[in-house]
């Protein structure tokens, strides 16, 4: 099927530094193994906006660098710090749902964690997973977190 799209065999993955997001590295670095895929880890910033007021951010701060050093630690932990893989480190301006939805654009795959939690379907994703998986443009994983030793 043309969706008029054009995937470059690239796994973009949604990172936002919690065990969840981790957990879906991982499994994509599995598939990337297996089909050599690029991986796109991918992790939004936004600057925090008081109530009827413009963003601000305390002098001498740049969340920008400061989630690339997040984002890079993160990806780190988890591939170690000498990957064969190609992996690309991406920091966005924004909310991470938009984010990952933009990438989703050109990836063949989109992989999240999820956190959510609830016996209600609509509970089982966490807010971002559930916004990828109704409008990405390719097809969407969701890792749900594991604790360990369960399976």
């Known amino acids: 099927m043309d969706t008029g799209i054009e995937s470059h065999n690239v796994i973009v993955i949604g990172m936002d530094g919690s065990e969840s997001s981790r957990q879906a590295l991982q499994w994509a670095v599995g598939q990337a193994r297996v089909t050599g895929a690029t991986l796109e880890t991918v992790m939004a910033w936004a600057a925090p906006i008081p109530w009827g007021r413009t963003p601000t951010l305390p002098p001498g701060r740049d969340p920008e660098d400061e989630t690339r050093k997040r984002l ?38 989109l992989v999240v964690g999820s956190r959510g939690h609830g016996t209600f379907a609509g509970t089982l994703l966490g807010s971002v997973s559930r916004h990828c998986v109704t409008h990405a443009t390719c097809p969407v994983v969701v890792v749900r977190h594991q604790s360990p030793g369960v399976h």
């Not at 064969?84 to 966005?92: Q, S, W």
């Open 72 to 109: 890079a630690e993160e990806v780190e932990s988890v591939l170690g710090p000498h990957s064969a893989l190609d992996v690309k480190e991406i920091v966005v301006q924004g909310q991470p749902a938009p984010a990952l939805i933009a990438a989703s654009k050109h990836a063949e795959m």
